[in-house]
């Protein structure tokens, strides 16, 4: 934050989110979840504590919400599910939606949290300080705490042999939150660096998309027009940084495609496609 | 009028007297005394266990959790904060407005502004996931060119409480140099070292008194807006949110009134404390009560509109998570806290509005402990139900803290009444020098007759007070 910058890129950093904000981004790394197809098996969230060295944290912490799934299956029962129980509760799978205006990146006093040229909010480990603030500023309420130091509770000798060398094991008094698997995207991005081609379209996959079995889970950059989750994105008329009307106001029921607390303005990167349910 | 005014003070008071009676309760502790600063200092030691054990394993014995990644730590943060406020109210701004009254009472209420805030930094601290790195916050120059993040209300926070301690204890130490020639003059021993250190080399000359008067009034300029923009600021740790419950635009001039009411509450308990501990009857007067529940009383008011505009603009602003998290708390798991709160906030003050009550200094002393837990559970009821109802409905969760975290609260008002305890048995909790203007001021207005009747003790105009250079 050089002086220098601020003076050459002060009409950059004046623009707002509508505008695109203040970043060039190389890519738009997004989702786009299929609520239709979501069975709510938690394979997602058994990947990523796999993928990403999540500790288990064990019964009792779990009931204290101390658990760290950055993936986590969020259940609800609506009227409708209530009434017809046969046909099962709605499952919402729920990560850092990698808002492009995040409100948990401003409130961090030593800047351990930030937004990336590839339109992630990153959270480095090293920087924080465990201020927590950014998960009280966080309407989805997906950044977790390392309350303890698990590494010797839930990697007991030898499971520690199991730990993804491509990421970090977070000490106490840190914050972590879903990266959209950032160490994947690195290694495809630095491999088409060297062999000098464009990163393409399904070959960064994170590892909850890669664990659906229902293929719910659609993960891709949005900049990259032909990309399937640009697609789905375009199909259902869901922009970036444009306040989006509700799916019920679009009144079409093919558009489906909806993006959680769109009234907040944060810019979620996180497209849900709303489950349609027979009616009985 | 039938009644004759009271007087604030006995203006027949022999300067003498005054010094003799100060210098009193600062000598030969009682066993109360001892037994009292024991049991703070044993409230500490919990608390420090507590936090050695916070320090060793996490964050995770204080039972913070995923919704509740704040909870009371940052409650009694609030709290103290807005203690520490009617310290510069009293000697700040009634010392601008020349309400002269002030001038009995203002001391302890400044030591107070100084140990609360001294107690109020410990919880930013405290409630750090790594507390060792706690620096990070400061802009220092590091090699690696990294500043801290000039956006965050935390930063304002550590930028905000650092000078307004470091100038309320400066307003503190400067307002004391008259009285601590005092001592210097009447004391031996190791007192006599330091208060010959501390008290400056005054002589009580005409220089002096000229400087001393243009410097206290510069500190007490330079402090009023400190005392609004630091509990503003600590707002806007949560008005710069977005959370309901939080993002709410009067929440500065709300916090400010809220912590003039604890501050004033707090001065009540510790007028009738020091009143009857250490024989201060004739400087802490029953009129002087009456004011200072006056001020309370019309700070509660204040504080009761601000509540109200609060819950209207919510109400009728039909924002769906601010209108629901409201109606959570009146009628959720938290609404015995938020009834207690308004019940001691609103209603409670209502007996600062009698006179007979006024004067009745048990009842003062209670309704004051009461006024501050009303304070203590607004802190409360804006930092927790917010996080336990927020945005996202699957993380709700109701949360009290653990053992470990309420030792650390009850802890930090160990360690207020030990700083306090110290205080007042080792420098002057009643400024002698302001107490003599005051006593000589009174003594003019009444007029050449009285005059003529005057000791020895007020000498003309061209007297100083205080420190009288030996």
């Not at chain 2, 030792?407 to 020098?433: D, E, Q, R, T």
Request: charged share 20%.
């Amino acid at each position: 934050m050089s002086l220098d910058n601020i003076l050459n890129h002060w009409s950059d950093y004046r623009k707002g989110a509508e505008e695109g904000g203040h970043h060039n981004y190389e890519h738009r790394w997004a989702m786009a979840i299929n609520l239709d197809l979501c069975i709510g098996c938690n394979a997602c969230s058994t990947a990523c504590y796999a993928e990403n060295n999540l500790p288990v944290v064990g019964k009792e912490k779990f009931e204290k919400g101390q658990a760290m799934h950055w993936m986590r299956i969020e259940r609800y029962w609506d009227q409708q599910e209530l009434e017809h129980p046969e046909q099962g509760a709605s499952f919402l799978p729920m990560m850092c939606q990698q808002c492009g205006a995040a409100t948990c990146e401003p409130v961090c006093p030593v800047a351990a949290t930030y937004h990336t040229p590839d339109g992630l909010n990153a959270q480095v480990y090293n920087r924080c300080i465990g201020s927590r603030y950014c998960s009280n500023n966080c309407p989805f309420r997906v950044r977790y705490f390392n309350f303890y130091s698990y590494y010797e509770s839930s990697w007991p000798e030898p499971m520690e042999q199991q730990l993804n060398p491509d990421i970090s094991v977070r000490d106490k008094g840190v914050m972590e939150k879903c990266t959209f698997c950032v160490q994947r995207i690195r290694t495809v991005k630095d491999k088409a660096f060297m062999e000098d081609r464009p990163v393409q379209d399904g070959e960064v996959i994170t590892a909850c998309a890669q664990a659906c079995p229902t293929s719910a889970i659609v993960f891709g950059d949005t900049m990259d027009e032909g990309s399937m989750v640009n697609k789905l994105w375009k199909k259902h008329q869901v922009e970036r940084g444009v306040y989006q009307k509700t799916q019920h106001a679009k009144k079409n029921a093919d558009l489906r495609g909806y993006r959680i607390f769109e009234e907040l303005n944060v810019d979620p990167s996180v497209m849900y496609l709303e489950r349609v349910r027979e009616d009985v | 009028m039938t009644m004759v005014t009271e007087k604030d003070i006995n203006e027949q008071i022999a300067w003498a007297k005054i010094n003799t009676d100060v210098l009193k309760s600062m000598e030969n502790p009682r066993p109360a005394y001892w037994i009292t600063l024991a049991v703070c200092i044993a409230m500490v030691a919990c608390a420090a266990l507590a936090e050695y054990i916070q320090y060793t394993v996490g964050m995770g014995p204080a039972n913070l959790n995923n919704p509740h990644m704040w909870d009371m730590y940052i409650a009694a943060f609030v709290f103290w904060i807005g203690m520490s406020h009617s310290g510069t109210l009293l000697s700040a701004i009634l010392h601008l407005i020349h309400a002269d009254w002030r001038k009995p009472i203002y001391r302890f209420a400044e030591a107070m502004t100084t140990f609360s805030l001294m107690t109020a930094g410990l919880f930013p601290i405290i409630h750090l996931g790594r507390v060792w790195n706690m620096y990070w916050v400061l802009p220092y120059v590091s090699d690696r060119g990294i500043w801290p993040n000039f956006r965050s209300p935390l930063v304002w926070d550590a930028f905000a409480i650092s000078t307004y301690l470091s100038a309320s204890m400066l307003f503190l130490f400067v307002g004391m140099i008259p009285d601590l020639a005092i001592c210097r003059d009447n004391t031996t021993g190791w007192r006599k070292r330091l208060y010959t250190i501390l008290s400056l080399g005054w002589i009580g000359s005409d220089q002096q008194w000229r400087n001393f008067r243009k410097i206290y009034l510069l500190m007490a300029c330079f402090l009023i807006p400190l005392a609004v923009s630091v509990h503003s600021i600590v707002s806007a740790d949560f008005a710069m949110s977005i959370m309901p419950g939080w993002h709410i635009t009067t929440f500065p001039p709300y916090f400010v009134a809220g912590a003039l009411y604890s501050g004033c509450a707090a001065i009540i308990t510790l007028f009738v404390l020091l009143r009857y501990f250490f024989r201060f009857e004739e400087y802490m007067t029953l009129p002087l009560m009456e004011k200072t529940a006056k001020l309370t009383f019309a700070i509660a008011m204040v504080w009761t509109y601000l509540n109200l505009i609060e819950f209207a603009s919510v109400w009728y602003g039909h924002d769906i998570y601010n209108k629901e998290l409201l109606i959570a708390k009146a009628t959720g798991p938290y609404a015995w806290i938020f009834w207690t709160m308004l019940f001691c906030g609103s209603v409670l003050p209502f007996t600062l509005a009698f006179k007979n009550l006024r004067r009745h200094m048990p009842t003062m002393f209670v309704v004051s402990l009461f006024l501050n837990l009303g304070m203590f559970f607004e802190r409360w009821m804006i930092v927790a139900p917010t996080l336990s109802m927020s945005h996202e409905p699957h993380q709700w969760d109701v949360m009290y803290g653990s053992i470990v975290e309420w030792a650390i609260v009850f802890g930090s008002f160990g360690w207020f009444g030990m700083l306090f305890l110290i205080f007042v048995k080792v420098f002057p909790s009643v400024s002698m020098y302001e107490v003599k203007e005051m006593v000589f001021h009174r003594k003019q207005s009444l007029g050449e007759e009285d005059l003529a009747r005057m000791t020895d003790h007020a000498k003309p105009v061209t007297q100083t007070t205080g420190g009288e250079g030996t």
